[in-house]
């Protein structure tokens, strides 16, 4: 019998105030008596939240598993390269809109690092900008109708966005002259008081209509969910409204993808995704937020430029494999679509999970099927897949599956 090496995996659930209430309470069959927000599921081996694995009846953390052997647990390559499990995998549901934020490139994440720990600036200071010293390039599937930010509007959109908005058009000018740039870093310093003087009569304009999902108003109105008064006076209006007019606001359909690189501005907005990361926690926030805010520090980092957002299908390996491509070595996602008695081979070069979003899912060790490694997941469950396993994907009706793996050559 040879040594196990696909083992049930068990992540953790993240209660955000943003987080729906029922559609990962569901997927991982769990009550939800009180109503909290289910906002993330986590899969890896993130040492604020690590994964565990059942081994012999008993959950080890991830983490310390690859601590104690990488060899096995994640392959002597991934350890040269990364010395750690190089991604994380979520699931997600987004009821309310999480803040509009860019990630620093690695170089510019290690050097960020390096500067706030001279500083002494404590790793849980609310003021720190950097939490470690690694980039955080992410990709997510739609797992149903879901809308993002996702970077600047073409000059030409942007130019009618401004054109077509009464309450902007003065920052025409301000376009014209200075590009991208000087009009992104001209709102996000403007004082507060202005900040309001311009956004008051463009929030009470969005909450007298009634508009499409894919208009900047509708997220407007989405923030002020009671309405106001027609004589109520608005302060301290979130800055990040301006956000929501100057970005693309992208349609994803279930099943389809979009890869976020450093400097990307972007926010998701609502919907149910599966999402898969480099392993930080570098996050450089630019409203809908009442987190930290660095002005300096985003407009640094930030991608200047108009952008159409590439919206992936997956580019199709076999008869139930779905590649998503993304343009780092930290991290490959695919989807696996299984009918009845459809089958797909795998060969793992790195750890990977693999998380069944419906139906049922059988896996077996190629080289020793039938034995204690074989697993009939079901919809919420997960697995790990320890290097180089040669195994088996199939379903006994039909099952949809994701897998989460580093893309070795």
Known sequence: MSEKNIFLLSGVVRNYSWGGTTFIPRLLQLENKSNEPFAEYWMGAHPSAPSTLDMNHQKNALNQLIEQDAARYIGSEVFEKFGELPYLFKVLDVKEMLSIQVHPSKSEAEKGFDKEEAEGKSISDPTRNYKDRNHKPEVMVALSDFYLLHGFKNEALLRQTLLDTAELTPLLAEFDRSGYKGLYQYVMELP??????????????????????????????????????????????????FSIYFFNIVYVKPGQAVFQGAGVPHAYLEGQNVELMANSDNVLRGGLTPKHIDVPELLKHTTFEGIEPNIMDGDQLDDATWNYPCPVGDFGIQKINLTEGAATEGHSKSGEIILVMDGDINISDNADPGSQNDLHLFRGEACYILPGTQYRVSSDESGQAYKAFVPLA
């Open 192 to 241: 507060q008081e202005e900040v309001d003087n311009f956004l008051e009569p463009l929030v009470k304009s969005a909450l007298a209509t009634e508009p499409a999902k894919t208009a900047p108003a509708y997220w407007v109105k989405k923030l002020y969910p009671n309405g106001i008064s027609e004589s109520e006076a608005l302060t301290n209006i979130d800055r990040g409204i």
